[in-house]
């Protein structure tokens, strides 16, 4: 019976950050469509969403800490527990990013609307992908579905690169631009920095599965 429990309460906790991931997911979408629509209404809902996502962490990281305290899980229980800690802080800073763009957007309220070279709608859904794809992964317990999110990362880091260089020309031929395009390379950073948390739930999610450390394998790629 009390590993019957055990594992009713991991079910919970899973279900608990599932609700989570969808409120981050919905909050980037939301952000970059109140940017891309000047929908001012939109972008203070995605405040209060932002909001929403800090109280379902807290709940979720007290779920968490209190099943190791009491229940001292060993082997894939374990290794799932501390993923959700984890992946847990990459959701909030999800709804941390998808709160930065929505600021960002609502600063240029009395700013006119400017035409610029780069489709920040495009990188906001290759971001919203890589997050699908990555929680689908932890739903479904599919470690070879978190293997793609891996490989979605590195279009947007070159995305991201290519619309800073794009946007540094365009400021350079119009100055009265400039806070137009220097918040659209803001708001393309935000979105390249969510695709960052969705590669790292995805390498937590393999950790869970498989007990391999992707991310570290990776340093060690690079240091060579």
């Known amino acids: ?88 802080g990459d959701l909030e800073r999800i709804g941390d990013q998808a709160a930065n763009i929505a600021q960002r957007a609502l600063a240029l309220k009395d700013e006119p609307v400017i035409e610029l070279p780069v489709d920040i709608q495009e990188m906001g859904e290759r971001a919203g992908v890589m997050i699908r794809t990555s929680i689908q992964a932890l739903l479904e317990a599919d470690a070879r579905r978190a293997d793609s999110v891996l490989s979605m990362d590195d279009a947007v880091d070159e995305r991201n690169k290519a619309v800073q260089a794009e946007l540094m020309e365009v400021m350079q031929q119009k100055p009265e631009v400039s806070t137009q395009a220097i918040t659209a390379i803001l708001i393309a950073r935000n979105l390249e920095r969510s695709a960052d948390h969705a590669t790292n739930i995805a390498e937590d999610v393999i950790f869970w599965l498989r007990g391999s450390d992707v991310r570290h394998k990776f340093s060690l790629a690079e240091a060579e």
Do not use: W
């Open 1 to 88: 019976m009390p590993r019957i429990n055990f594992h009713l309460q991991l079910a919970e906790l899973k279900d608990k950050l599932l609700a989570m991931a969808a409120l981050s997911q919905q909050a980037l979408e939301f952000s970059v469509e109140g940017y891309l629509e000047r929908d001012m209404a939109l972008c203070s809902h995605v405040l209060e969403i932002e909001e929403a996502i800090n109280t379902a962490e807290t709940v979720v990281d007290e779920m968490a800490y209190e099943l190791l305290a009491k229940e001292q899980p060993m082997a894939i229980d374990l290794r799932f527990i501390l993923s959700v800690i984890k992946i847990n």
